[in-house]
């Protein structure tokens, strides 16, 4: 059983490393936000690996004392058969002492290696979770950078090309106005040159 979490993890822990070599091939923010969400599931589903790891050690730990318990009543039990003699006692009470011995003594190696086992996953438990941190901090990074990508063409647009363009445009608008106000100015001066003229013939056919 500890092996087939042990295998799990490291395939888990093989595709982060992959998601994190491969990122930079790819549309930095679409695909880091991909990779992030796909690694945060398999980190969380590893925790649950690692949780169940320490539980069966746990178990382990139970059998072991439980064995032990068993052990130390059947060998009292066999020194009190071998005073009484009885050699059927004897021989139940000496295989009882033999076969929890193996148990302990299968328990002992089982837990030494569950534990270091269990070290190892949560090295590389924690590992995978800094990986994780690191792919948050470049995607920050990677969302400030398009920020002043998207800022300096903005920019650019109006102190450049399209600036150039409008201040044209408006210096054309302005002329237009310009020539405007001058047609009225004039229209309306020979609006008055035509009023005093006809004002001087009325006056002149009024004195003939």
């Known amino acids: 059983m500890t092996n087939i979490f042990k295998r799990f993890f490291t395939t888990v822990e093989a595709e982060v490393n992959f998601a994190l070599d491969k990122k930079e091939s790819k549309n930095p923010a679409v695909m880091l936000t991909k990779y992030l969400h796909d690694a945060e599931k398999q980190v969380t589903a590893t925790g649950k690996l690692l949780a169940r790891q ?24 066999l020194k009190l058969a071998e005073q009484s003699d009885e050699q059927d006692l004897i021989a139940f009470a000496a295989q009882e002492v033999s076969i ?3 148990r302990k003594a299968t328990l002992e190696d089982s837990i030494t290696l569950t534990a270091s086992q269990y070290l190892d996953m949560e090295r590389r438990y ?5 990986k994780i941190k690191d792919m948050r901090v470049r995607q920050l990074q990677l969302m400030g950078k398009e920020n002043v990508t ?10 450049q090309g399209k600036a150039d363009s409008a201040l044209q445009n408006f210096e054309s608008a302005e002329r237009y106005i310009d020539n405007l ?3 009225i100015t004039a229209g309306q001066q020979e609006s008055m040159y035509e009023y005093r003229l006809a004002k001087l013939q009325q006056q002149s056919e009024k004195v003939l």
């Open 181 to 183: 106000a001058v047609d």
């Open 54 to 77: 320490a539980q069966l050690k746990s178990k382990l730990e139970q059998e072991l004392a439980t064995a032990t318990t068993m052990l130390t009543k059947r060998e009292a039990q």
């Open 150 to 159: 998207r800022a300096n063409h903005t920019m650019n647009n109006i102190l």
């Open 100 to 102: 929890y011995q193996n």
């Open 126 to 130: 924690e590992e995978m979770k800094h």
